[in-house]
Structures are given as structure tokens and as C-alpha cells.
């Protein structure tokens, strides 16, 4: 994977080598930010000449200033700082991080402006960015495929808040981590990340303190999973049900549940997919990555709360003994199922998880994230994931989530107009509802499968994979639901 900086937090010393990086707002004596690196105004002339103005992300840049100790000096702004939010430092961050990524060593003089979180946020920002997924570039003559040399980089933050500042990374990183750990398995290929190498990617968070159970094929069989087990056999990997238990909570509190659509590969089944883009669907698991990436933040910061993330592995495969469309399923719930379409199979996975997770845990809460539906891209485009929720409270607290983390989501309608949309001649209901409001009806049909217990769906086909590039990710795979479902977990349990 890619060579991730190492960042650490110190008093205020002088700079003696590696590249000064500073923060200035709008307005800001940049002579007086650079302070004696200065020199002889050289930092401050620059900056005239090149009419900056601490504009957010604008970068000054000034290489091998005479008389300097450090070999290059950067400054990076900070818009109107005073109203700079969490978002906005990590963004500025990311930016920084751009600008300086060649570099060994930066150390970072933020100024009076940031606070721990400010800082917390700053380097978070900084890792996210750095982040690549190279693993399978070939190495030759020192360089990787992109024909960039791997630096091992360290930033060294100083600050007289140096001490509250390293409490807010641990949280910030440890967030941080999930969401890399996310974008990881969305960008791995189908033939290295199957159904049981996703299931043992789970077991290495019980290093965490994450109790991990994965069922297999034959205890979903006894349980009656016929939705999520149809899907499964036209492949010839096995199925898996990851379930992933934090602990963090009081021992009376019910979980807050997350469920994950996993599935490795999705050819569309015997309805299968036009061949343009199908490579994309190896991300057809983004659902599932950021369930793994909360869980691993979750327990990386040692979130008060009690958690349970369940997973439904499969792959979707057009085999002699794949499904048809016209097949009948039982689900775990008793309900049966006209499967109209095989490409509508990640709600057939999830219809099972949620019965499961809803039956088992008796959660007080329930979140299921999915690259479900094309037609929430057309609805929303990338910049928003999709909301649909039987609860009010719930969707709320995500929406405020989203607006604070960053990753937005949109509430759309549900009702009975919908769900009548998706009954059957033949059994209690069919699998798609036509090619008007599909996301919609791919809720409602979701919603036949949690009961009274408040729930939300995220709709996530838009904002997982081939996300547009932004100042903290360059990835195909965003690690997008992470950062969001965590804030949510922190406001509302943990707050």
C-alpha cells in the first residue's frame, strides 16, 4: 500500500532543516507569520509579487530562501480562519499535503489560529491525502508505476497545545485509518478480495478488541436465508455473514446496528450487465468497507457505545446454477420474494442482514449503507449519498452528520404510493418496481425488512466508488460513510 507519512506533535522550536510550512488567514502580515525564517522579507515580497492573500488552500511557495535553515518555505491559507470548521482545516490539510508531498520532512508552525481540533482535523487531512493505492504497481529502479519515487515522509507539528492536540489526533486518526481501511477494500480486485478474504479482513480487528463471528453458508441455510442465498449460488465462492461486536457501552444499552451490502462482484446474474464499466462493479462492496472501516474506527478510538456491524458476502454470477429471473425466495423473515430482475440482488442480501440483525440484536438503531441503485446517480449525482429513513430523529441526526463531516447526504421520499409499487402477482413481493423512483422503491422494499425498529438506508452508489477527486482524496475508492456514521454515532450516543 502506499507509504503514509508519519505525523507528530512538539513544543515551538526553530526550524533547522526540511521544509517550514506555515498557516496564514486573510489578511495576515505574512512577514510576521514566517517570523525570523524571513530572513530578509524575501517570504513577504514573495508574497506581494504574487498577490497572496491567505485566500483557503492558496499556496505560497518559496524555494531555498537565502539565509533560511529551512530548505524551502510554504505557506498555506486559511481563508477566514475564525470561521474555519472542522471540514475546512481537514481540506486545508489535504491541500497542504498536496503542495508538499515530495518532501521528507515539514514541520508545521500553525500560529494562534488552530486549536487541538483544528490541528486533530489539519492532519487528518494531511494523511487522507496521502493515501494511494499502489500495491499492485510494479516496482522497478526504486520507482513504482506512476513513476514516482516513495517518500518516507514526517510532519511535525508545533504547537504550545502540543499535549491536547496529540488527545484529538488519536480520535482523528483512528477515524482516519477506518476510512483508509475502507477505500482498501473497495480497491482491491474481485479475483484477491472474494467472500472469504473480505470475511478475513473482519478477524483482524479482534487485535482491536472487536468480538468477530462470520457464519458460513450452511448456519445461513439453517437460518433460512433464501433471499441472500439465491443471490450466492452462481458462484462458486462460498457465502459469508460477518458480524463485527464493539463493546464499548454500558452493558444494559442496546446496540446501534450497521448493515453492509458485500458484494465482491456483481456481473448482474443471468440479467447481466452491458460489459462497458462492469470492472467498476469489483466496488459493489462499498456498502460493506466503510461497515468494516466504522468498526475498526470505532474501536481504534474506544467509542463509548455498543456497536454491531454485520456484513452479507457474495458474488453475483451468471453460473448454470444462478438464479433466474421468475425464481421464488423465502428470506429469513418469512416473506417471499418474485425475483424479477438478478441485478437487484444487493436488496435480496441486505432483506436477510437486516432480518438478522434486527431479530438478533434487538439493535435500538439500524443504518444499512449499499451501492444499491444506478438511478440514485441520477437523482443526486456525487455529492450527496441518498436517505431514506422510517424515522424522523435518525434521519435528522444523520443529515446534521453529514453537514458536519462532510459527507452529505439527501433525504428522499418513502410511502405507500411507493411500496405498492413493488408487490407481486406471485409472492409477497418482487425485487424491483420499475424503472420510475427505483431508488425509492429499492427503500421500500428494504423497509418490509426492519419492523418498527428506527432505520435509515444510505444509498451510497454515488459517493463510494469513482467519487469525483477532492483536496483529501484522490482514490477511486473514497472510504465514503466512515466519517459520516461516526459523527453520527458521537453526536447522538456518545454526546
Known sequence: MSMLPTITFAKPAPVKKGAALFVAAEGDDIGAVVGELDGEGVVARAASIAEFTGKAKATLDVLAPAGSAASRIVVIGAGKADEAGEGDWRAIGGAARAAL??????????????????????????LLRAYRFD???????????????????????QTDKASAARKAWEDAEAVARGVMLARDLVNEPANMLGTVEFADRGKALEALGVEVDVLDGEQMEKL????????AQG?????????????????????????????????????????????????????????MGLMHALAA????????????LVENMPDGKAQRPGDIVTSMSGQTIEVINTDAEGRLVLADVLTYANQTFEPR??????????????????EHAGLFSNDDTVAE??????????????????????????????????????????????????????????????????????????????????????????RWVRDVYEG
Do not use: C
Not at 103 to 126: C, H, I, N, R, Y
Not at 236 to 252: H, T
Not at 305 to 310: D, E, H, I, S, T
Open 397 to 486: 441526526g444523520l443529515t446534521k452528520a453529514g453537514e458536519a463531516s462532510g459527507e452529505k447526504v439527501w433525504r428522499l421520499p418513502m410511502g405507500p404510493e411507493y411500496d405498492k409499487l413493488i408487490d407481486s402477482k406471485f409472492a409477497d413481493m418482487k425485487n424491483v418496481g420499475g424503472r420510475n423512483a427505483g431508488s425509492i422503491t429499492a427503500a421500500q422494499f428494504l423497509k418490509r425488512f426492519v419492523g418498527d425498529t428506527p432505520w435509515a438506508h444510505l444509498d451510497v452508489a454515488g459517493t463510494a466508488m469513482a467519487s469525483p477527486a477532492g483536496d483529501f482524496n484522490q482514490s477511486w475508492a473514497s472510504g465514503y460513510g466512515v466519517r459520516l456514521l461516526d
Open 235 to 291: 458462484s462458486e465462492r462460498p457465502p459469508r455473514l460477518l458480524v463485527m461486536k464493539w463493546n464499548g457501552g454500558k452493558s444494559k444499552d442496546k446496540p446501534v446496528a450497521f448493515v453492509g451490502k458485500g458484494v465482491v462482484f456483481d456481473t448482474g446474474g443471468i440479467s447481466i450487465k452491458p460489459a462497458g464499466g462492469m470492472e467498476d462493479m469489483k466496488g459493489d462492496m462499498g456498502g460493506a468497507g466503510a461497515v
Open 301 to 312: 478510538r474506544k467509542a463509548k457505545v455498543n456497536a454491531v456491524g454485520l456484513i452479507g
Open 365 to 382: 438503531a439500524m443504518v444499512n449503507l449499499a451501492t444499491l441503485t444506478g438511478a440514485i446517480l441520477v437523482a443526486l449525482g456525487q
Open 101 to 126: 508531498a515530495k518532501e521528507k520532512l515539514v514541520t508545521l508552525s500553525p500560529g494562534e489560529a488552530m486549536d487541538a481540533e483544528a490541528l486533530a482535523a489539519f492532519a487528518q487531512g494531511w
Open 135 to 157: 500495491k499492485y504497481k510494479t516496482v522497478k529502479n526504486g520507482k513504482n508505476g506512476n513513476g514516482d519515487n516513495p517518500v518516507a515522509q514526517k510532519l511535525v507539528i
Open 224 to 231: 433460512g436465508m433464501g433471499a441472500l442465498l439465491g443471490v
